[in-house]
Structures are given as structure tokens and as C-alpha cells.
């Protein structure tokens, strides 16, 4: 992500100079960063207060002083969902290192985060090299929505059509199940009947539409489709969004990152808060939010409405996160699932 935009944001920039000490001490403790040797002593407030100033007019380079992992925990942590919320005094992100401001953003769009947090599952395969590969979310009656690059992973184009693989004399079978949060063994498992349209890799809708059995395996109803923002509604820098998926570790990932933020906790759901970020022009929208792999194909989800405003589909370290506007995955299903 790039963290650098947390500090656009005037009321988090004034919360993390007004309790950096207490910040700084707390990420150093429960974020590993020992290995950075003497925190209290490199960073002082009127260091953080610089880099602050850089960071907001996008100046800053970067340093060696160990700022860079207090702001990215401080700023932009990743929630546990469990029953189906998140936040609970176990799954919070360590209080004391934690941003209130962006807790009380959170915090105040529970309701509808809420409403969203069932209609994201994990896309499990079976007959497969690997037990899962990303995240998809409902959008219609009975279509899930993901990426090219995961459904590209256990189906294919066919003669009339997209089928499944073989791997490597039986079919692949693919299933989102929308539970998998962690402590708890309960599954809400879907078999994917069809692999209703993959686009071609040279689009940059970066999308699949899966359509799921009505019922799941223990015989309960499909969770309702997530309400996609209309054109450009939500689409302004700085806005506040929720990503919800799930993470696991990549290759390209900061191991302190996965300790500090993470907790060494992954391929369960996750609620990530951020913000869309400015971007030069291109046909996708960025965000801020903190992602690993197995997060392709996440929602991302306005905090102001509870609509999805986006479908991430990859984050580039340092820098940001890229996702496939609501307006297009519209038009997918419009055009291909009709």
C-alpha cells in the first residue's frame, strides 16, 4: 500500500503527532520491531513531525528510522471478521498502536459493513494442487464475481463455453464457501455450476462471473448480492472503504508485516479499512487499504453506504492497490450473464 495518503487525512496526521510517544512505544513491543534497536531514542516527535509534513505533501523518501512500519500499523490495520462482524476486544488490531480516528471510522459503519461481510466467501477447489485461491462476492441472484487470474486457476475456454480443468485425469470442482474465519470450523459451502464468462486477458477488467447452486451443502440459502455503487458515485480521493477477504502469504510480501499487522494470522476473513487514493489515468480505481495475495477478488466497500465501489484484483508493495470500478462489473453481468 502506499502509506504515505494516511496523513492526508488532517485528523489522523493531528492524532499521530498528539500521541506518537505512546504509538511509537506500543508498535515497537507489539509489532516485532525490536530489531530496529532504540525506537525511543531515533524517533522523537519533532522527527515524526517532518516526515509527517513530507508524507502529506508527498515529498517524503523514506528512511531506515523504522517510522515507515509504526505509521503502516498505526494507520491502516486489518481486522478478524468472526460471526460475522469484526472488532470484538480478541480481533481488534492492537488498541494502543491503533488509530482512533480510523477505528471510530470503522466503528461507525458496522451496520453496514455488516450487511456486506456474509456475501464475501473464500473459492475453495477440490481435485486441485491447491485447496483455494482467492475471494469472489455475490452480485446477483446467483452469480458470485471474482478475477480472471482466480477462476483462470480451475477453468478454462471451451468449445462453447468456459469448463472446468483436470488436474490431473479427474475434473477440478470449485466452491465458495463464505465462512472460514478464524477459531472457527463451521463452512457454508457452494459448489460453482458454472463458469458463466472469464474475460479475455487482453481486457483490463480484470473479472469472472461464477454462478453458484441455489442452496449450500448443508441445504441453507445463497447470502444476498452486495449492492453495486452506480457510474462514479464514491469515487472521490480519500474516500473511506472496507476491503473484505481473504489474505494469505505471498512471495512478495514484508515478512515484519505479516508479524505486525497480521499477527502470523491468515487465509481467514479479513476486514481491511483504507482509502481511495489519486491515480494517473487509467481504467481502475486505487486504494490504500493493507492486502495480501489470496485478497484477488475481494469487495471493496464504501463505509459511507455499503456499497462496493470496486473489485481489488492485485496491490503493488509500496505503492497501492488496484481494483476493477463497480461500474464495469455492472456491465459484465449485464452483458454476459443475461
Known amino acids: 500500500m502506499e502509506y504515505t495518503q494516511i496523513f492526508a487525512d488532517a485528523e489522523v496526521r493531528e492524532e499521530f503527532l498528539d500521541r506518537f510517544e505512546e504509538i511509537r512505544d506500543a508498535a515497537s513491543v507489539s509489532g516485532g520491531l525490536e530489531s530496529v534497536g532504540g525506537l525511543e531514542g531515533i524517533l522523537d516527535v519533532d522527527r515524526a513531525a517532518g516526515a509527517v509534513k513530507a508524507m502529506a505533501e508527498g515529498t517524503w523518501q523514506g528512511d531506515e528510522s523504522g517510522l515507515e512500519a ?9 481486522y478478524l471478521v468472526r460471526r460475522n462482524t469484526f472488532g470484538t476486544v480478541a480481533d481488534a488490531p492492537d488498541d494502543e498502536a491503533e488509530s482512533r480516528v480510523v477505528a471510530a471510522k470503522v466503528k461507525a459503519a458496522r451496520r453496514r459493513l455488516e450487511g456486506v461481510i456474509p456475501s464475501v466467501g473464500r473459492i475453495d477447489l477440490r481435485n486441485h494442487d491447491l485447496d483455494w485461491v482467492g475471494t469472489g462476492w455475490m ?3 446467483d452469480l458470485a464475481v471474482t478475477n480472471r487470474h482466480v477462476a483462470e486457476q480451475f477453468a478454462k475456454r471451451g468449445r462453447g463455453g468456459f469448463r472446468f480443468r483436470a488436474n490431473p485425469m479427474k475434473q477440478v470442482h470449485a466452491y465458495v464457501d463464505w465462512r472460514h474465519e478464524h477459531g472457527r470450523t463451521q463452512e457454508s459451502r457452494f459448489k460453482v455450476t458454472e463458469v458463466v464468462w472469464i474475460e479475455p486477458d487482453s481486457s483490463a477488467c480484470d473479472a469472472a462471473l461464477l454462478r453458484l447452486a441455489p442452496t449450500g451443502e448443508n441445504g441453507e440459502p445463497l447470502p444476498p448480492p452486495i449492492e453495486l455503487a452506480k457510474g462514479k458515485d464514491g469515487l ?13 502469504v505471498g512471495r512478495h510480501d514484508d515478512p515484519e508485516d ?31 487499504a493493507t492486502t495480501l495475495g489470496g485478497n484477488s477478488g475481494s469487495v471493496v466497500v464504501d463505509l459511507d453506504t ?9 496491490g503493488l508493495p509500496g505503492k497501492r492497490n488496484d481494483a476493477v470500478p463497480a461500474a464495469d462489473v455492472a456491465r459484465l453481468i449485464r452483458k454476459r450473464a443475461s
Do not use: M
Open 70 to 78: 509504526i505509521v503502516r500499523q498505526f494507520g491502516r490495520p486489518v
Open 139 to 141: 452480485v446477483a441472484e
Open 258 to 288: 505479516r508479524t505486525r499487522i497480521f499477527n502470523n494470522i491468515f487465509e481467514c476473513k479479513r476486514l481491511a479499512p483504507g482509502q481511495l487514493i489519486s491515480s494517473a489515468s487509467n481504467p481502475w480505481i486505487h486504494h490504500d
Open 306 to 314: 455499503g456499497r462496493a465501489l470496486g473489485l481489488h484484483f492485485q
Open 236 to 248: 472521490t480521493v480519500g474516500r473511506w472503504v472496507g476491503v473484505i477477504g481473504y489474505p494469505f
